[in-house]
């Protein structure tokens, strides 16, 4: 089966190559098989996206919302409907099994749902004057043309994460997905156009970021930035944005610490643990990494760890069996093994994992990784690791494990595991992060609001405050 799929531009309501034809291939990172050939958009072809989205922004603003809601519904609809190819198209492209691309796909569904109904929740406010006859209003206004930047961990929801809410607002786009996962993306923003959205409203470039990044930035007809990404990228781009001082969102890295009480159920922590950690081979912001255990319980919480760990089976993600799949790409697979060197240089015990699979000499696997007692200074307790690494510390008392938890610039999430709601609580106040889960690792849901502090960066995707980051606050004072 051939399964290369050809993907183009779409600008101003039309399919197209890039202006200097150039392409680029995107491989199946558990086979290193080409699998998409995409066009590679250039400063031509960003001006003339963004010249579209300038164009279409008068007409969508002022479509009612009711009629901007009924397209994004149908939308939605269509994605369910193709969900299994989408997902299919996912996995081959970025390698996570098919179940969990399955659910990525109904993510996103969830998503432009949810803003469907949003579209239509745009109240204002008003207030009474300070003299007789006087009246104070607040009403919101869509920012005009947005740019969408997405990684490609989860390059389907990601997108649609900012599309729905930007097109709900009465926005319009320049969307560009990282390079892999460009297929599936294709076929999210063939949902909207089909469903609807008239031609300029969404544009779709594709390819290496430098040159439609710089294009977009220097544009003053951009009005606002929304990033996923690491926290390099974002902070060159923050800087970039101060030129034409654009509003900005940012999802940037994480580093999630995890406090696991000696109050649980051990076996069953840890089991959940590994799931979470290993979902997407770890590629995930909010992916579980520093594990805090306390003293008590934490030998018997490693055991149980590694023994569940050894169980995952690593493999193509079309295969059902498949619990774990490759690293993006090669550059990933090389910084996780460094990563791991230089760990156990800095005193971390390697108790499983650590390198390449004997058995599959393809692709860009790394078998799950559990190193214990780490110290705090080790790199991967400071750097992000965005792979299947699972470092293991221990502590003795509340205050010092949310010290060391906080001592790090990320603050995107973090997880707790206690039966005790009093611990709960005191946990939820005093982590300084944008989410939290308790007993769970379930960090996104369409309904509420997802996004970090410090350098996780700012704004926030989903919930009713998802649309905020698209909307302009107008105040007018009106005395008759
Ligand atoms: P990255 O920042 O290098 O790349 C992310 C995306 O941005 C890619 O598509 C890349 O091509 C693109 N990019 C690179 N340079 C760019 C530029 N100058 N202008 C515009 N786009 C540019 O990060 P990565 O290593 O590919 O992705 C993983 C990172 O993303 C991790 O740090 C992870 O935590 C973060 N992330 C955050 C969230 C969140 O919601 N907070 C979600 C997913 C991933």
């Keep these: 089966m051939d399964n290369t799929l050809v993907c183009d531009l779409y600008i101003g309501g039309e399919w197209r190559p890039a202006a200097d034809g150039r392409r680029m291939e995107v491989v199946d990172p558990a086979t290193e098989e080409p699998v998409t050939s995409i066009a590679q958009a250039g400063r031509e072809d960003t001006l003339a996206a963004i010249d579209a989205a300038a164009a279409a922004f008068p007409d969508w603003s002022r479509v009612p919302p009711w ?106 786009v320049v969307a560009r997905p990282a390079e892999e996962g460009t297929g599936a993306v294709t076929e999210l923003v063939r949902c909207f156009i089909e469903a609807g959205v008239p031609a300029g409203v969404l544009n779709l470039l594709t390819g290496l970021p430098q040159e439609i990044s710089e294009t977009v930035m220097d544009s ?59 979902r997407n081979a770890g590629q995930v912001c909010v992916s579980p990494t520093r594990f805090f255990v306390h003293r008590r319980i934490k030998d018997a919480f490693v055991e149980h760890f590694v023994e569940a760990t050894r169980r995952l089976r690593l493999g193509h993600g079309l295969d059902p069996e498949t619990d774990v799949g490759p690293l993006i790409n090669r550059r990933r697979l090389e910084f996780v093994e460094k990563m791991v060197r230089d760990t ?54 509340f205050d010092e494990v949310i010290a060391r938890a906080n001592a790090l610039p990320y603050g995107l999430a973090a997880y707790t595991f206690t039966r005790s709601m009093n611990t709960a609580q005191r946990t939820i106040d005093a982590l300084e992060v944008g989410i939290v889960g308790v007993n769970t690792y379930a960090a996104a849901t369409a309904e509420m609001p997802f996004g970090g502090v410090k350098h996780s960066g700012f704004g926030r995707e989903n919930g009713r405050q998802g649309i905020q980051d698209y909307l302009d606050i107008k105040f007018a004072n009106v005395v008759m």
């Excluded at 432009?112 to 104070?136: K, N």
């Excluded at 003053?220 to 390099?232: A, E, Y």
């Excluded at 007692?373 to 992000?384: I, L, N, Q, T």
Aim: one cysteine or more.
């Design 67 to 172: 009629e901007r809601s009924a397209i994004l519904r149908r939308a939605a609809a269509l994605l369910a409907e193709r969900a299994e190819d989408v997902a299919r198209r996912l996995t081959l492209e970025v390698g996570k099994p098919i179940a969990q691309a399955r659910a990525e796909i109904q993510a996103t569904v969830e998503c432009i749902d949810w803003y469907a109904d949003e579209a239509r929740r745009l109240y204002g406010e008003s207030l009474a004057g300070r003299t007789p006859g006087q009246r104070f209003f607040v009403s919101y206004q869509p920012v005009g043309v947005v740019a969408a930047f997405t990684a490609w961990n989860f390059p389907v929801v990601l997108q649609a994460r900012k599309i729905s809410p930007a097109l709900a607002a009465g926005c319009t």
């Design 220 to 278: 003053d007809l951009v009005r606002k930035l929304s990033f996923t990404g690491s926290i390099p990228v974002g902070q060159h781009l923050i800087r970039r944005s101060a030129d034409t001082v654009k509003r900005l969102s940012m999802e940037l890295g994480g580093h999630a610490p995890v406090i696991v009480h000696e109050d649980v159920d051990v076996a069953a922590v840890a089991a959940t643990s590994v799931v979470g950690k290993c």
């Design 344 to 397: 156990v240089a800095d005193g971390g015990r390697l108790l499983l994992g650590g390198r390449r699979p004997a058995d599959l000499n393809r692709g860009f696997f790394f078998e799950p990784t559990v190193i214990d007692d780490v110290p705090d200074e080790a790199r991967a307790m400071r750097e992000e690791p965005f792979g299947p690494i699972a470092l293991m510390t221990s502590f003795e008392d």
